[in-house]
Nanobody, 116 residues
Framework: QVQLVESGGGSVQVGESLSLSCAASARTFIFKRLAWYRQAPGKQRELVATIASGSNTAYADSVKGRFTISKDNAKNTVSLQMNSLQPEDTAVYYC??????????WGQGTLVTVSS
């Protein structure tokens, strides 16, 4: 069974940067889409950024211009570079993959806390 494992969460101050990484236990080319979601306390999980098999990317309006999603097919990883972090970015961040067989896989999540 394919697994996704996130790393890189932590606590930062407002305006600082943080990079999240997600390692897949299979080749990333099995995914037609990889994405990062987040869930803040008391809120629903929301889509943050996606990257398609052709490397096209899309972002939530709230993170556009501050976050960058990328993938490394050689290392089977997908990353999320987060800059100019704000308290509202505080959440558990989840890596997500959708395979060409339409199987959806989630990571366990990693906590990001932004304090002022």
């Amino acid at each position: 069974q394919v697994q996704l494992v996130e790393s890189g969460g932590g606590s930062v101050q407002v305006g600082e940067s943080l990079s999240l990484s997600c390692a897949a236990s299979a080749r990333t080319f099995i995914f037609k889409r990889l994405a990062w979601y987040r869930q803040a306390p008391g809120k629903q999980r929301e889509l943050v950024a996606t990257i398609a098999s052709g490397s096209n990317t899309a972002y939530a309006d709230s993170v556009k211009g501050r976050f960058t999603i990328s993938k490394d097919n050689a290392k089977n990883t997908v990353s999320l570079q987060m800059n100019s972090l704000q308290p509202e970015d505080t959440a558990v961040y989840y890596c997500n993959g959708m395979t060409y067989g339409n199987i959806e896989i989630w990571g366990q999540g990693t906590l990001v806390t932004v304090s002022s």
